[in-house]
């Protein structure tokens, strides 16, 4: 073998060796990209399963019912924070994998973290959803009726769920709900606890719910819960608040 040709052979060789070292390489990556990724999955799919939403609207559409400064720091700031503790909470626990409504379910036995942080979780969520720009007015179909037949008018459940808010010492929620009979009532939670709880003292499936805490009126209100309570219905998504009664009935095999 002259020269030119042995010289040729280890050019050749040198160049196949160091394409099969990148392509193993590559192979190395890829695999540590897909095995990572799977396990940023598997961490995504737990905060993704309890994630925090965005706020359905503007933080100035509920104006001037709710302001926008009240909203920007209820959402941004205190159901954010909520939010987090409860993450935090339940992190490494069997509760990672569960659903939040049978956490709940159980809530009795797991730590008072996980009932504050969990119920100001939820509850917020549904308080958004349950309002909306131009909202207000009157329920329609069946979840009117059943409102006519459980209170004898709109005008009364409207007196009772209010008064449930203003008489609600301290802290805490007001709550139109469904009854495990299929019966509609209006009930009041303290703190962050919600009728789903086991240690509520009337459980039933939520439909409607106000937050009277003062952080979600003070601002505009000051100490008048009551003006903040009347204006709410301004804002109330009726057409959301009956799909809610619907999916409920189902839930219970009611038709
Ligand atoms: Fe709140």
Redesign the pocket.
Known sequence: MNKNKLTLRIIVFGFLALQYSFIAKAQDTTKYLAKNDTKNQNDMSTINKFEFKPLPYSYDALEPFIDKLTLEI?YGK??KAYYDNFITAIKGTEMESMDIKDIFRNISKYPMAVRNNGG?YF??TF?WEGMKASGGGLPTGKLSDAITKSFTSFDEFKKQFSDAGKTRFGSGWAWLCLDDKGNLFICSTPNQDNPLMDIAEKKGIPLLTI?V?E??YYLKYQNKRPDYIDAFWNVVNWKEVTSRYEAALKSLNIK
Do not use: M
């Open positions: 209820h205190h159901h100001g509850n917020h308080y937050d805490w952080h979600a």
